[in-house]
């Protein structure tokens, strides 16, 4: 696409990141994109879709597994739309909905809890998945709580899984036809190429990224194309609510721009991209030591939207190598969507939370991209 002349020297730098990220095998695949409230700035794709030389070379609309942007984007959208509506409440607590949400420890337990990372659910179950969604509605109401209510965040898949399962009963309708209403009206007379969804049609798999599973899933050994690389969502069908969602970079920025224009007060904006939506969705919780708002995360300097956004950013990244940030201040938002589940230097385990520090900062590569990548792209003129 186009560029304005003035980015040109943050965008050069940003490519020389990325290039170098690729060769160094931290992903074989990469389309970022920089924008305003009213328009796209910079984009570019990089790499193949694999490290093989006659792999299909990466493009402005090959489609990646967005991973854990499917909490923000996706469930806690839902969410809000869903309070809107009268549907849905901050403060009704999960024992009103799953039966086995019992005891003195969970009582208390309410959707804000869930949405903030504040619930004491454990990250993830001990056990490898269940085989289906009532045993993980089981498992996940029944295992032991890691800390108490509110006390401070741990990032966790189960909190999201849970209130996805809220929200089709609210709903009356499955997660993905939620999110592809939610979808269409953004979409509007875009590309049909330009999409996000959960079901990546076999038509569009080629254009998809690649990913590998980790060891202690079943799936080990294969290759992913167009199937979701998270085994909890594998398991659910592909569609949960911490992820499942596949998408390209330009359909990101659609849904980023939509957040910027409401979150600086865009009058014209309805439903969950109301100002007054999104100022609910970015509030910073009140719980101890947390960044976390309501599905999305906050600005902090040692986060993974580095050091030069202002304290009014907002954002969420995925275990596959990608990330969203959007800066209501600058007027910005960037995209970095990667495979860096497809590489062995970049499936190394990573923090979950941006109140974590990485275990070794040599291994730590995905992290130092995504910091470097909005350090460069913070000041970008257009």
């Known amino acids: 696409m186009s560029q304005d002349p003035r980015a040109s020297r943050q965008a050069d730098d940003a490519s020389r990141l990325i290039e170098g990220a690729i060769e160094r095998r931290v992903f074989p695949s990469a389309v970022a994109e920089a924008g305003s409230s009213a328009r796209v700035i910079w984009r570019a794709p990089f790499g193949r879709l694999t490290f093989d030389q006659d792999a299909a070379n990466t493009t402005e609309t090959t489609i990646f597994d967005l991973a854990s942007l499917t909490k923000a984007m996706a469930t806690a959208t839902l969410a809000i739309d869903l309070m809107r509506s009268g549907r849905l409440r901050l403060d009704e607590r999960i024992a009103t909905a799953f039966a086995e949400w019992r005891g003195w420890d969970r009582e208390s337990t309410t959707v804000r809890d869930f949405l903030e990372h504040a619930s004491g659910l454990p990250a993830r179950l001990v056990d490898r998945p269940p085989q289906t969604r009532r045993e993980f509605e089981h498992e996940i109401c029944t295992i032991r709580l890691e800390y108490t209510l509110r006390t401070q965040s741990i990032y966790s898949d189960l909190d999201f899984i849970l209130l996805a399962f809220l929200l089709e009963q609210r709903a009356g309708r499955a997660l993905d036809a939620q999110f592809d209403d939610l979808w269409r009206p953004l979409a509007g007379e875009a590309d049909s190429e330009d999409w996000i969804g959960f079901h990546v049609a076999p038509a569009d798999r080629p254009r998809t990224a690649p990913t590998k599973p980790l060891e202690e899933d079943a799936r080990v050994g294969r290759v992913l194309v167009g199937e979701v690389h998270d085994a909890y969502a594998a398991a ?125 900062p040599f291994l730590d590569h995905m992290r130092t991209v995504r910091r470097s990548f909005h350090d460069i792209l913070s000041s970008i003129d257009g």
């Open 236 to 360: 659910l069908g592909g569609v949960a609510g911490h992820a499942g969602l596949f998408g390209t970079a330009p359909a990101v920025g659609r849904f980023a721009r939509a957040m910027l224009r409401g979150a600086r007060g865009d009058a014209s904006m309805r439903g969950p991209f109301s100002p007054d939506a999104v100022a609910l969705a970015v509030k910073k919780t009140s719980v101890p030591r947390s960044s976390r708002a309501l599905g999305w995360d906050t600005m902090l300097p040692t986060s993974s939207c580095g050091t030069t956004l202002s304290p009014a950013a907002f954002g969420h990244v995925g275990f596959t190598g990608t990330s969203l940030w959007i800066d209501p201040t600058l007027d910005r938002y960037f995209v970095l969507l990667t495979n860096r589940a497809y590489s062995e230097k970049g499936r190394e385990v990573f923090p979950t939370s941006s109140m974590e520090k990485p275990p070794d």
